[in-house]
């Protein structure tokens, strides 16, 4: 039911697990719920025009920025929310502008969830059902689309804007967008509930070995442990499951070197942001619609010897690319790492041996290699405390009782 002008914003509906959804709230233009008032909108007029755009406003600023070549900037944005005539005030302009460019140019109704520094992973279930993980496990937010018109039109948007297309001959993609945003979007009918999202959001702050014993992660003891697994140059995998915190660790690890040496990361979507001097980054690329132009972490590896690294770290092993790995290690290149997803640290042998079959190498040949090249494994998981350091178990040939 629409209300008159001016009158008071009517109280909404309980926004519980499911409440809203598919109600007619969810109809309306997509709108963001204050956290700590979940199941109620804010109350100010100016707040409310913060999470909510006139639909007939926003697709007149999308045809304006359409029609002139350039990229979308807040000004731009703001010259053609003036364009229009509308009077929203000076805290409403901001709010059309700030929303507005989030549609046209940034995450959509997902945008105000980045701005909360504990939130690392964002995933959209269906137009109603958005969830967010701060490091306590997945929680579920009040954030709602219109429908799913608007949802795949935002998947389709974001993997336009890392190089890649998303359509029926292509239903999940995978893309980096600038700002540190990792995009995963899958669609029906591989996807039999609607459009899917996930995003993992990169921050660019690196916690220090004290903050994270402060979190929890280690205690005294483990710290010790793992600064001298550094300081020894001792060749080291961290492994977890997706989210346990793999990449936070080792990127804290990484920012212990020595300054005199040189890094070379190597990862498939670029996450590690060590504190270092002397760091030099690798990414591989997808092939393009022809299927060409590809380049695999295989080939980063290779390419990656020829730079002279002090220390070679593969930002996660989850392929072929263990065999040059494990070469490189055993050629002089002590002190590297990476991350690799295993249930425990003493599963980690098995999971190489997976690893290395897909690259043509036996059991035997990956034993030798990874006892011979790796000295510890540390295991990283989620548990109701937080993320943790579980285990650090050290790496043999099997051989010893």
């Known amino acids: ?12 509906r309980e926004t519980g697990a499911a409440a809203g959804a598919g109600g007619p ?8 719920l204050e956290t700590g008032q979940a199941g109620r909108p804010v109350r100010s007029r100016e707040a409310a025009g913060a999470r909510t755009v006139d639909s007939g406003l926003l697709e007149s600023v999308r045809e304006s920025m359409m029609a002139e070549a350039g990229a979308v900037t807040p000004s731009r944005v703001a010259a053609a929310v003036q364009a229009t005539g509308k009077l929203l005030g000076t805290a ?5 502008v700030e929303r507005i460019s989030a549609e046209l140019n940034g995450l959509g109704p997902l945008q105000e969830l980045t701005r909360d520094p504990a939130v690392t992973d964002i995933f959209v279930n269906a137009p109603g059902s958005v969830w967010v993980d701060r490091g306590r496990g997945i929680e579920r937010v009040p954030v709602l689309f219109d429908g799913e018109a608007q949802l795949r039109a935002l998947a389709c948007r974001l993997v336009a804007a890392g190089g890649r297309r998303l359509d029926d001959g292509s239903p999940c993609v995978d893309v980096r967008l600038a700002g540190g945003y990792r995009v995963h979007a899958v669609l029906p009918p591989v996807s039999t509930s609607g459009t899917l999202l996930s995003v993992r959001i990169r921050r660019e702050r690196v916690f220090s070995m004290e903050e994270l014993r402060s979190s929890g992660m280690f205690g005294p003891g483990v710290q010790a442990v793992l600064e001298k697994v550094v300081d020894r140059r001792l060749s080291f995998l961290i492994s977890g499951a997706t989210g346990s915190g793999k990449t936070t660790l080792l990127s804290t690890l990484l920012g212990l070197c020595s300054a005199e040496e040189r890094l070379v990361l190597i990862e498939d979507a670029s996450e590690l942001n060590p504190v270092h001097p002397h760091v030099v980054a690798l990414e591989s690329r997808h092939g393009n619609l022809e299927g060409g132009g590809a380049v695999d972490l295989g080939e980063l590896v290779r390419q990656a010897l020829r730079m002279r690294p002090d220390r070679l770290v593969v930002g996660e092993c989850r392929g072929g690319e263990v065999r040059e790995l494990l070469t490189a290690m055993n050629t002089g290149h002590s002190g590297g790492g990476g991350t690799i997803h295993a249930n425990t640290a003493a599963a980690v042998p098995a999971r190489l041996n997976a690893l290395g079959a897909l690259a043509g190498l036996g059991p035997d040949a990956v034993r030798l290699q990874a006892a011979s090249a790796l000295d510890v494994v540390i295991h990283v998981g989620r548990t109701p405390r937080g993320r943790e350091v579980l285990c650090v178990g050290l790496i043999h040939d099997g051989t010893e009782d």
């Open 25 to 32: 709230g969810s109809r309306r233009s997509a709108r963001i």
């Open 1 to 12: 039911m629409r209300r008159a002008p001016g009158s008071p914003p009517a109280p909404a």
């Open 92 to 96: 409403g302009s901001l709010a059309a």
